[in-house]
């Protein structure tokens, strides 16, 4: 097997240098920067570092889409099929894209021939709580970068897909791992950590693009050290929140979660990088009184030296998992003739932050699902309201050894979970892949051990309609309007994008890329992959046509967490393929 895996390589590597390798250049940080602006090219996950998911691509729009053709194909093979999550990236006519199992590929972008793989060596042991999922990689110089399983950063040979350097970034045996897209920003490489439900601590840290060699590292739980990297030597860098114990008890702080396994955005007019953080650890809230800073926030960093800016908690003493990782992303709008410079961010616990994000105030929040039962309302500095008869019980309070069950919506899987929404600089709304359900849950009694999983709580998972649990929703953040929306049989556990055109593009688990009217919501197009999608779409233009690209394979958190959703969705097919489609000339 090994042997046939080095001869495939050979061959394609050779491919690569006789048929393409004249026409390749090394990523520069300016191609990222204006990749929101480039047609030609997709070199960030997100299409921009600003993430908004919106192309200026028109050729594609809602007349001729019906005449959108399928024209390759490509299979990642093997028996490793589970959730596939990635956003392609397109480069000088070649497809970069990650697969399940911490896998990469190189693929021609016009024929779908396969250049070239890599295949990390997991070891045993790995702890991934969500499925064996990969978000993304990302390019620069001559690098493919991405992360693994095992917490690992690992710099591949663009042209080749050899290692150039390998770095460790947590210890997998304590429950790290990693399975955002790296970002990648002014030559440096920044990532953040999964694990939250093993009780890691949380962090972001960045690395240098081309060497490997780290630069600073910043914890997302209150009383941990920061560092920066002189040469060699580590530096002190300040506390995180200033020193431990102010809003944990006694030694929760150190395994207190807030895992960043989401990944960020950057906005380059403020120069700040907004990463999201996970669920505080346990996630038995009676354990830990206080407001468990900064687990379930938005942290605003420096990105020279990772010190937080500021930061926004969404579920303060968070006891259903809600998390606050969710994408914060930059758009600008104009408010009685002035422009706000903002952030809006659609949490797990269903309600849509509008922050100004140079100071991380709040601006307006509001639901963006239809059943909130956990807070009635968010007060004038975005605080939750809380209803306490709907948080779970406090097991040590009670005979049983379950604390009280309450039913509260949304459920842990969130209002809205990892899969990222878009905004259009068009129609200025919001395109929100969200979900309606409600949970069971209880607290337990837990005691942490190193790679155990940390929970202290159990749960089980119903939809709130028998027709629909999935919702694509145009919202509109100036005024919480839900424009239109378009109800899925399914969840939705994929991305968005959308287009200068006005068209969103998606897809579900039942398999079909969709396109819609960003307007009016009117589905104009639909194909079946074959296997349920819960990758991002994206667009770009190649050879004077304008193509679209999406990942395919049924997997990810649903099927693994889902209780009675998961019965919903268990016959559909796993799968593991990229979906390649293009606008013939004939019809732009």
């Known amino acids: 097997m090994k042997q046939r895996h080095v001869q495939t390589f050979a061959i394609s590597a050779l491919v690569v240098a006789m048929g393409l390798g004249a026409q390749t250049h090394a990523v520069t940080n300016e191609d990222i920067l204006n990749d929101h602006l480039s047609v030609d090219r997709i070199v960030t996950d997100g299409m921009g570092l600003q993430k908004q998911r919106f192309s200026p691509l028109t050729k594609l729009n809602p007349d001729n889409v019906q005449e959108l053709r399928p024209v390759w194909a490509f299979s990642f093979g093997s028996e490793k099929q589970r959730g596939q999550e990635s956003q392609p990236i397109v480069v000088d006519g070649v497809m970069y894209v990650s697969a399940s199992y911490s896998r990469v590929f190189a693929v021609d972008a016009r024929t779908g021939e396969e250049l070239w793989e890599y295949n990390a060596r997991l070891p045993d042991g790995i702890m991934p709580c969500c499925d064996v999922i990969n978000r993304g990689v990302a390019v620069y110089d001559n690098l493919v970068i991405f992360g693994t399983l095992d917490a690992r950063l690992v710099a591949l040979d663009k042209d080749t897909g050899r290692v150039v350097w390998r770095k460790t970034v947590g210890d997998y045996q304590e429950g790290y791992s990693i399975t955002a897209a790296p970002l990648v920003v002014n030559g440096k490489v920044i990532t953040g950590v999964a694990g939250g439900e093993f009780g890691i601590v949380g962090k972001v840290e960045a690395y ?308 819609f009217d960003a307007k009016t919501g009117e589905m104009l197009y639909r194909f079946n992959t074959g296997s349920g999608i819960v990758g991002t779409p994206v667009t770009w233009e190649m050879d004077d046509e304008q193509y679209v690209s999406i990942v395919s394979g049924w997997g990810g958190a649903v099927p693994l967490w889902g209780g009675e959703v998961a019965q919903r969705v268990s016959a559909f097919n796993q799968g593991g393929s990229v979906f390649t489609f293009k606008l013939p000339k004939a019809y732009e």
């Open 208 to 515: 240098d693009a081309k060497t490997g060699n780290i630069i600073w590292s910043r914890p997302t739980v209150e009383g941990h050290m920061g560092y920066v990297w002189e040469g060699d030597t580590q530096v002190e860098k300040g506390i995180t929140g200033g020193e431990a114990g102010q809003s944990w008890p006694g030694d929760l702080w150190k395994t207190g979660g807030a895992a960043t396994w989401l990944g960020g955005t950057y906005d380059p007019d403020s120069n700040l990088l907004f990463f999201g953080t996970g669920n505080p650890a346990p996630w038995n809230s009676h354990l830990r009184p206080g407001d468990n800073l900064y687990s379930a926030s938005r942290l605003a960093l420096n990105p020279d030296t990772g010190e937080i800016v500021w930061s926004f908690q969404t579920t303060p003493n968070d006891g259903w998992d809600y998390d606050g990782v969710n994408e914060v992303i930059p758009f600008d709008y104009q408010d009685e003739g002035q422009t706000v410079k903002a952030v809006a961010t659609a949490d797990r616990n269903g309600f849509f932050y509008v922050l100004q994000r140079e100071t991380g105030e709040f601006i307006r929040g509001f639901p963006f699902v239809d059943k909130i039962t956990w807070a009635s309302g968010l007060d004038d500095n975005g605080r939750p309201i809380f209803v306490d008869e709907n948080r779970p019980g406090n097991p040590a309070k009670t005979e049983d050894t379950q604390g009280v069950t309450v039913t509260t919506a949304p459920s842990f899987l969130g209002g809205k979970n990892w899969m990222p929404m878009a905004y259009s600089q068009e129609t200025g709304l919001f395109y929100v892949p969200s979900n309606e359900w409600e949970m069971d849950i209880w607290n337990e009694d837990v005691t942490y051990r190193k790679g155990a999983a940390y929970l202290g709580a159990g749960f089980t998972i119903r939809p709130l309609n028998e027709d629909y649990i999935g919702v694509l929703r145009a919202m509109d953040p100036k005024t919480g309007e839900e424009v239109w929306r378009y109800n899925n049989y399914a969840p939705l556990w994929g991305g968005v994008m959308t287009t200068k055109s006005n068209l969103v593009f998606a897809g579900n688990p039942e398999g079909y890329l969709m396109a």
